[in-house]
């Protein structure tokens, strides 16, 4: 059974711990900038912990016309490939949680990949806002029911 990122934003404060962990582990240095994962504030003083959420029928794979992003059936993450990517971001505008971004200097896209199944961001949150728990039922409701949550939000702000 696999593992999945469970993000709960009732726990997040604000923090940014998990930007610090995860652009130090890809970039070596803090540039929340490069981080695969971003900290929204709402002006209601809710803060959302956002990341790619490995979709099940990924729209930013979809749109790759060099099949840079593929969904791993294996692992269930959606996977990115360098090499293959041609930096035509269509990618970036298919996300539809902007969960995906480009990356100009390094000519690549930054998307999280759990740290190769070991998530920084996960490890150092201090509330557990951010879990990496197996992918069991109960899980997969959580996030689910998460995801649907994220939907209404989004859903509003375009309406």
Aim: charge should be neutral; proline fraction near 5%.
């Amino acid at each position: 059974m696999n593992n999945v990122l469970l993000l709960q934003p009732e726990y997040c404060v604000d923090c940014h711990a998990c930007q610090l962990a995860c652009s130090l582990k890809h970039e070596g240095t803090y540039r929340p900038s490069k981080s695969r994962i971003e900290v929204l504030t709402s002006p209601l003083k809710f803060s959302v912990p956002l990341t790619c959420l490995q979709c099940e029928d990924p729209a930013c794979a979809a749109v790759c016309v060099v099949n840079a992003l593929s969904k791993n059936q294996e692992t269930g993450l959606v996977d990115y490939n360098k090499d293959k990517c041609i930096g035509c971001r269509m990618c970036v505008s298919a996300c539809p949680f902007g969960n995906i971004s480009y990356d100009r200097e390094a000519k690549a896209v930054i998307k999280c990949d759990v740290c190769e199944g070991s998530p920084e961001c996960a490890t150092f949150c201090p509330t557990d806002a951010i879990q990496w728990v197996r992918a069991d039922l109960e899980t997969l409701a959580r996030k689910k029911m998460m995801s649907d949550k994220f939907e209404q939000v989004f859903s509003k702000k375009e309406a």
